[in-house]
């Protein structure tokens, strides 16, 4: 199969010019080059001319949450875009309620306090007296629960929250329905959570209903690869299951949850096992909590409300989480968004390294928020490999400033900084916490504006679109490692592609995220057909 366009932006090493066509066979790209020499070279060849269109390497998501989605878009979508304020979301719960069995949990995600407004129990418990509700917000570090949920939950004003958790109080003192960090998360997520849930799990089928909305969505905005940053063997058995089933159409990369990586080892398994549609990239392990939650661990307090965030894992635990990883040759990806936290990690990674040398290891910070020159040429040195949001100027605009101060929001998503320094860094959304459509991701990359309030946070960032796409294809491939066959169009490399209605690279900045997705290709198949 020939596929030509207008504009092929290929990637291909060495430089040169660009190709006018790509030959498809196998699933691979077979050759490059002008139309002429491909037909003479593939007689007989089908062609797909994609007229005025540009091609791209398909778009691959470093840090986003598939097995996440799935469930989510099976509950209440309460994101700023669906819903108009804090009595439009009870109204939302509401309505749920009324159909909902008596008794049965509502639960909903993405909601954006700071775009919304605040959301307390008492305002759940006024829309659904009569069932448990919860309600996390677009962060996903914490969420509100009413007074059912709590009650089901055992927690009372007398309870004593977890280890690395909180649970939310008002003035009064009295709960708020707040369940912060692994206070929630012992209770949303499977890959995390320590003790049981009350929250009835969905069934296999009604959670490939959810993969498969997920993926819909996921191609029609170009994506091609993601890597699943938090995956619980269940999540595992969904993603077998719907391969078994060719219902899998994404690539996808998964970094198992530091609590299951003992059987993991048991069973000998680890970074690079799998294959091309479906491998482990590594283990996922957490130091401290949100940008967007406002619980990140910070070496200064907050610009707006003082405090230092909060560390989630005791550096002991972390060193011994990262000692044991390591040591097997496996890749870890710590999830640490405040430089003080980052500290923690590099320090975790350079005992590793010093105790255990395999130069060839490249671990993952995913976030890897604020920064200084410190820590980028630690992580230089190391070799490590950033994966910060590339959507959260754009999602957050100007409250970043008001959260972090302009001097620090210098040195957030630092884009910029870890490319001149030589640093590996790789595309992320984190959906569900930001927008899933790379494009967006691009243009916040880009112009480090606001994409509602037009606010410019850390200009000094600020990367060409040229190096935006190269984040989101070159360098998570780097950060999953198949930089050897992924995110370039020449031969040998996965026939991964996305088909856009303009040229990004050449388009005004403001409006990449809104340059059309014709067409998205995976292994030379069309998964999607705008």
Request: glycine content about 12%.
């Amino acid at each position: 199969m020939l596929h030509r366009a207008a504009r092929i932006v290929s990637q291909q090493t060495g430089g040169g010019p660009e190709p006018e066509a790509i030959a498809v066979a196998g699933g691979r790209i077979a050759a490059t080059g002008t139309v002429t020499q491909l037909r003479d070279r593939f007689p007989g060849a089908q062609e797909v001319d994609f007229g005025d269109a540009a091609v791209v390497p398909g778009l691959n998501d470093a840090h986003i949450h598939l097995a996440i989605a799935a469930e989510d878009l099976l509950h209440l979508d309460l994101s700023a875009d669906a819903v108009g304020g804090v009595e439009d979301l009870l109204g939302h719960v509401r309505a749920e309620a009324s159909r909902a069995a008596p008794g049965e949990w509502i639960r909903g995600s993405r909601y954006d306090d700071t775009k919304t407004g605040r959301l307390t129990r008492w305002d759940l418990d006024r829309a659904a007296p009569g069932h448990p509700v919860l309600v996390v917000q677009v962060a996903g570090h914490w969420g509100v629960a009413n007074s059912a949920a709590l009650q089901a939950l055992h927690i009372d004003e007398d309870s004593s929250p977890p280890d690395g958790g909180d649970f939310g109080r008002g003035t009064d003192g009295r709960l708020d329905g707040r369940l912060i960090e692994r206070a929630l998360m012992n209770v949303v997520y499977p890959a995390t959570a320590r003790g049981d849930s009350p929250l009835r799990p969905s069934s296999p089928q009604e959670k490939l209903r959810g993969l498969s909305r997920a993926q819909r969505q996921w191609h029609a905005a170009g994506l091609t690869s993601v890597c699943d940053a938090l995956i619980a063997p269940e999540d595992i058995a969904l993603l077998r299951r719907a391969r078994a089933r060719d219902e899998l159409t994404l690539r996808v990369g998964m970094l198992l949850s530091i609590d299951h990586y003992a059987a993991a080892q048991a069973l000998g398994v680890g970074s690079g096992f799998g294959d091309d549609v479906l491998r482990l990239v590594g283990v996922k392990a957490f130091v401290d909590g949100a940008i967007g939650g406002r619980t990140c661990l910070l070496a200064e307090p907050y610009s707006d409300s003082g405090g230092h965030g909060l560390q989630t894992t005791p550096t002991e635990e972390l060193s011994a989480q990262v000692r044991a990883v390591h040591r097997d040759g496996n890749r870890i990806g710590v999830h640490a968004n405040g430089d003080a936290a980052i500290r923690l990690v590099l320090d975790a990674f350079e005992a590793a390294q010093r105790e255990m040398p395999q130069p060839d290891l490249r671990h993952r910070i995913e976030h890897c928020s604020v920064i200084d020159a410190d820590i980028l040429e630690r992580m230089r040195r190391l070799g490590a490999v950033a994966v910060p949001f590339a959507g959260y100027v754009g999602y957050h605009g100007g409250a970043l400033n008001r959260w972090y101060g302009e001097e620090r929001t210098e040195r957030m998503f630092a884009h910029r900084s870890f490319l001149d320094a030589g640093v590996a860094v790789a595309g992320s959304s984190d959906y569900p916490c930001g927008p899933y459509q790379p494009l967006l991701g691009i243009q916040s990359m880009v112009t480090r504006e606001g994409a509602d309030d037009g606010v410019p946070v850390g200009p000094s960032q600020r990367i060409s679109a040229r190096e935006a796409l190269g984040v989101f294809t070159l360098g998570s491939a780097e950060a999953e490692g198949t930089s050897r066959y992924k995110g370039r169009l020449e031969p040998g490399c996965l026939a991964d592609f996305t088909v856009l209605g303009e040229d990004i690279l050449t388009v005004e900045p403001e409006g990449i995220g809104s340059v059309p997705v014709r067409a998205t290709y995976v292994g030379g198949e069309c998964v999607h057909e705008g």
